[in-house]
Structures are given as C-alpha cells and as structure tokens.
C-alpha cells in the first residue's frame, strides 16, 4: 500500500497542477468570443453564428481570419490537456507512474472514473462547437437535417480529432507539459485577446 499511495499522491498532484494551469489559456482563448458577441450565453454565441458569410463560409467564429484559428486552437490543446488525454495524460503516465491513480481503484470505482473522463471529453467537444462551429448550425439556412443532428456531428468530429491525438503523438515530459502551457499557450492567448479588442476597433 506504500508504493501505491505514493503513486496515487503522484499521480494527483501532477493532475491538480496540470488542471489549475491549463484552465488558465483555456478561459482566456474564450474572451475573443465573448468580446465579438456581446454575452455569456452559448444559446446566444451559437445563435449568433447563424448564416453565412458572403453566401459562401458559414458565419462560424473559426472562420474569423487568424483569431479565431487561435482562439480554437488554444481551446482545443487545452481541452485535450484537462481531460487527461495523451499526449498530456500525465497523471496516469504508465511508463511513469505504472498508470498513476488507476492503480488505486477497480470495479464499479474504475467504470464511473473513464466513464467521468469521456463524459469530460464530450462536454469539452460540445462547448468548442457552440463557441466556434455554430452549435447546431448546417451549411445553408434551411434544409431537412434537424439542429441536434448538425450538433452531434460536429461534436463527433471533434472527439474523434480527441482519439487521434491518442493514436499519432507520445506522452509529453512533466516540465514540458507546464513550460508549453505557460510559455506558449498563456502569451499566445494574450496577444488573441490584444487581436480581437484592435479588429472591434478597426471595425467601428
């Protein structure tokens, strides 16, 4: 129980310092969004996006030229980070920490733990598409799909993007997980922020 409980204690506090620090480019790479729609509402970002641009893109935050790439970017890396998905699933490194706090739980425990993390991933995919892809906005302003259907499409699409990042990339070092997120993606989420506030400017 020794060796376990250190591995447990290791585990959670790589887990805590990875989430305290990647939540803060997370919430940051939303301002831009907030700042060109004016509210806190998804219903309202999402709302906002309806139609297209010019009869050609969608009105889609993603496609705001250079902002919005940033911003879904820094969301996504960000998101991958928070639900522990490699290649950032340090807390539960195998060749580290010999699977970090799974060793400390089986059956029932273990099944509601992955259930909570792919829970987690979807809840990240479904907010990255009402704030950047138009929630349950298609590509043109009628037709026969229903709303939730365009929904779960772009959430899917997003989750498998989640799963590919599992397959192609290899676990990143402790240091350099926390050096990317505080010497990358903080001032990169910044500058956005100066982007969007100089491109409101420009536009009045």
């Known amino acids: 129980m020794g060796i376990g409980k250190q591995i447990f204690d290791a585990g959670g506090l790589r887990g805590a310092a990875q989430l305290v620090s990647y939540e803060v480019p997370r919430v940051l790479s ?18 906002a996006q309806q ?3 010019h009869g050609v893109l969608p009105r889609w935050f993603i496609f705001y030229p250079v902002i919005g790439q940033i911003a879904f970017l820094i969301f996504l890396i960000a998101s991958v980070a928070e639900t522990n998905r490699t290649p950032f699933d340090i807390p539960e490194a195998e060749s580290e920490l010999v699977a970090g ?30 704030l950047f892809f138009g929630g349950g906005d298609g590509f043109t302003a009628g037709g026969w799909i229903p709303t939730w259907a365009w929904f779960l499409a772009k959430t899917s699409a997003l989750i498998f993007i989640f799963l590919w990042f599992r397959w ?13 997120c505080w010497k990358f993606l903080l001032p990169w989420s ?15």
Not at 190 to 204: F, Q, T, Y
């Open 190 to 204: 910044i500058v956005n922020i100066g982007l969007a506030g100089l491109m409101i400017l420009l536009r009045r």
């Open 30 to 47: 939303v301002v831009p969004v907030l700042m060109f729609y004016g509210t806190l509402s998804l219903r309202g970002i999402a709302s």
């Open 101 to 130: 706090f799974h060793t400390e739980f089986s059956g029932l425990k273990f099944g509601l733990l992955f259930l909570a993390e792919y829970a987690y991933m979807f809840l990240a995919c479904a907010m990255a598409v009402a």
């Open 168 to 180: 192609t990339f290899p676990r990143l070092r402790v240091d350099r997980l926390m050096q990317f």
């Open 51 to 53: 139609g297209l641009w």
